[in-house]
């Protein structure tokens, strides 16, 4: 993904580029994936991939935009937009509100964030 290097790592991986229909070749989307019993573990998690995927520096392909998903178990719409809003403001990443989204999943327990 990029030539940053760490202690440990020279490459990074992103679960998914998606390249629009038409679009430039080099040019993508990014969506993280991320999966736990606990909403507030994944939020956080998700943040992480956030703040991850915005050390991206001098890439050969250039990321139009970032988008993290998680599911989880259900907990309110306003408690999940307020987990998010909570994270965002501790790991410092900036969030359109009208960018959050969390809705359950038909006949389970659990739901799905993407911002």
């Known amino acids: 993904m990029d ?3 760490s202690k440990n790592k020279q490459y990074m991986a992103i679960d998914f580029l998606i390249r629009k229909k038409r679009a430039k070749l ?4 990014a969506l993280e ?6 909403a507030a573990s994944c939020i956080r998690g998700m943040m992480e991939d956030v703040c991850k995927i915005s050390l991206v520096r001098g890439a050969e392909d250039d990321i139009r935009s970032m988008w993290s998903l998680g599911i989880h178990h259900a907990l309110s719409e306003t408690e999940l937009k307020n987990a998010v809003i909570d994270y965002a403001d501790d790991y410092n990443v900036d969030l359109a509100p009208n960018c959050i ?3 359950e999943i038909k006949d389970t327990r659990f739901a799905f964030t993407i911002f």
């Open 101 to 103: 989204m969390t809705k």
């Open 3 to 5: 030539k940053r290097s």
């Open 33 to 38: 994936i991320k999966q736990n019993k606990s």
């Open 26 to 29: 080099n040019q993508y989307i």
